[in-house]
């Protein structure tokens, strides 16, 4: 815990509870599926506004709790989130350093809002590219994704499966106002993040389970799924599939839980 807080003073790596361990998991993965480890930096602004989500007239999950932070400017909210998350037990320091340093929080909103989408914009994601690259076997003619590439994803699975689900939630609870703002930011003035962020998730838990080895092609600097099925799901949908069936299902159980502890009061 001592060097979690200190990585998180000394590098003001923040990011708004619940959500991170959805977002901090998918974001790195993206950065493995590429061929190449060398990415453009993420751009310390918000990403472009999307309008794409119908708005709605009254939120149909209400998570703001009475204790509900209305005071911190979204913009100076570092030192809060950072005395807030030194309380939260669990928080490994290999996520942290892959959080962005600026405009964490609009990071995060715009890449959960991306996440049912067909594509993930570079722009969007809240961490820093990682080393290495998706591991891929011959086979045949082609390739698939080879099984050494599961136990490669391991250690972040483990780390965010450790996160202390309840806390993050009453943490989430207390800084909502500002992932609202920033949803809001984003495009969707009438329309609620919470609602959002459990829709992105009932979408994440319906990722299919594909058995035996997935055969991928690599036509640019990314690769694709060679089963049309596969290739046409959602961006997030398609990073499950990509981690390898025993982290897919370590995540959809942390993801029921995340999605169980924001919506009971």
């Known amino acids: 815990m001592d060097e979690t807080r200190s990585i998180l003073k000394q590098s003001a790596l923040l990011t708004g509870a619940a959500v991170v361990a959805v977002v901090s998991i998918f974001g790195a993965y993206y950065w493995y599926g590429h061929r190449t480890a060398e990415a453009p930096a993420a751009p310390a602004v918000t990403p472009p506004a999307v309008q794409q989500t119908p708005v709605n007239a009254a939120p149909e999950h209400p998570v703001e709790g009475p204790d509900a932070d209305h005071t911190t400017p979204l913009d100076q909210s570092d030192a809060v989130f950072i005395d807030a998350l030194s309380h939260v037990s669990g928080?490994?320091?290999?996520i942290l350093r892959l959080l962005l340093p600026e405009h964490l929080i609009r990071h995060i909103v715009a890449t959960v809002d991306a996440l049912p989408r067909d594509k993930l914009p570079v722009a969007a994601l809240p961490t820093r590219p990682v080393a290495g690259t998706l591991?891929?076997?011959a086979q045949g003619t082609g390739s698939v994704i080879?099984?050494?590439?599961?136990?490669?994803y391991e250690p972040l699975v483990s780390a965010v499966n450790?996160?202390?689900?309840?806390?993050?939630?009453?943490?989430?609870r207390h800084f909502y106002p500002l992932f609202q703002q920033a949803y809001r930011e984003l495009g969707y003035p009438k329309a609620e993040?919470?609602?959002r962020l459990l829709e992105v998730i009932d979408d994440l838990l319906e990722a299919p389970e594909p058995k035996g080895a997935i055969a991928v092609v690599a036509p640019g600097v990314m690769y694709h799924y060679v089963d049309a099925d596969l290739e046409s799901l959602p961006a997030g949908q398609k990073i499950l599939v990509r981690v390898g069936a025993a982290n897919e299902k370590v995540l959809k159980q942390k993801l029921t839980e995340l999605r169980k502890a924001i919506t009971e009061r």
């Open 91 to 94: 928080w490994n320091a290999q």
């Open 146 to 152: 080879a099984a050494a590439n599961e136990r490669r």
């Open 162 to 172: 450790g996160l202390d689900t309840a806390a993050l939630a009453r943490v989430y």
């Open 135 to 137: 591991r891929v076997t």
């Open 193 to 195: 993040f919470n609602d």
